[in-house]
Each structure stands twice: as C-alpha cells, then as structure tokens.
Nanobody, 118 residues
Framework: QVQLVESGGGLVQAGGSLRLSCAAS????????MGWFRQAPGKEREFAAA????????YYADSVKGRFTISRDNAKNTVYLQMNSLKPEDTAVYYC???????????WGQGTQVSVSS
C-alpha cells in the first residue's frame, strides 16, 4: 500500500512559479509510475504529467508542456512538479497518483490547491 501526501500549493500571480511535492510512504515507491493530475472547479479531473518508475520517461499534457517539469527522487520517496509561467487556467486542485504503469493509477493523494491570479 502506498500513501501519498501533496504539498507546495498556494496562491501565485500569473507568470509565477510553484513547486509541488508528493511524499510517498512505503518501500515500493520506486516500483511505481507517478503522475500529477488536476481538477478545476466545475471540470473533470485531467492528466497533467507523469514519470516512469525509473525516471527515464516523462509525459506531459499539451496544456502544460514546456512550462511544467516532473521529476522524482526515489531515495526520498518523493515526486515533484515544477510549474513555471503559470496561467490563471492552471488554477485547480492538483493530485498526486501512483500506479503500476500502462496508464493505471490506483493510489491517490488528497490534493493541494493551486490558485493563479491574473
């Protein structure tokens, strides 16, 4: 079982940056692909970024490509999302997820709020 706790959200002006962290419990963290998803008010949850268990492969939604960077530190059981050039449309609750690969996500964090003002 993996438990995920996100941190680093907050309020930032457009053009600013935030770094989200997701700390995972359990000794099997390094076996999981990790992802970040987000849900804006009134919208469905959507994929933002993912990283393979080894860190060698990363994937991004078109809406964040070139602005967000996902990374992981398996020694610290932590995955990060560096968010630059933030836009008001990036405002959402951001969720960390873990899964065995193939686009399957079976562990979720509680989410952290990111608000971007114009």
């Amino acid at each position: 079982q993996v438990q995920l706790v996100e941190s680093g959200g907050g309020l930032v002006q457009a053009g600013g940056s935030l770094r989200l962290s997701c700390a995972a419990s359990g000794r099997t963290f390094s076996r999981y692909d990790m992802g970040w998803f987000r849900q804006a008010p009134g919208k469905e949850r959507e994929f933002a970024a993912a990283i393979s268990w080894s860190g060698s492969n990363t994937y991004y939604a078109d809406s964040v490509k070139g602005r967000f960077t996902i990374s992981r530190d398996n020694a610290k059981n932590t995955v990060y999302l560096q968010m630059n050039s933030l836009k008001p449309e990036d405002t959402a609750v951001y969720y960390c997820a873990a899964g065995p690969g193939g686009g399957n996500w079976n562990h979720w964090g509680q989410g952290t709020q990111v608000s971007v003002s114009s």
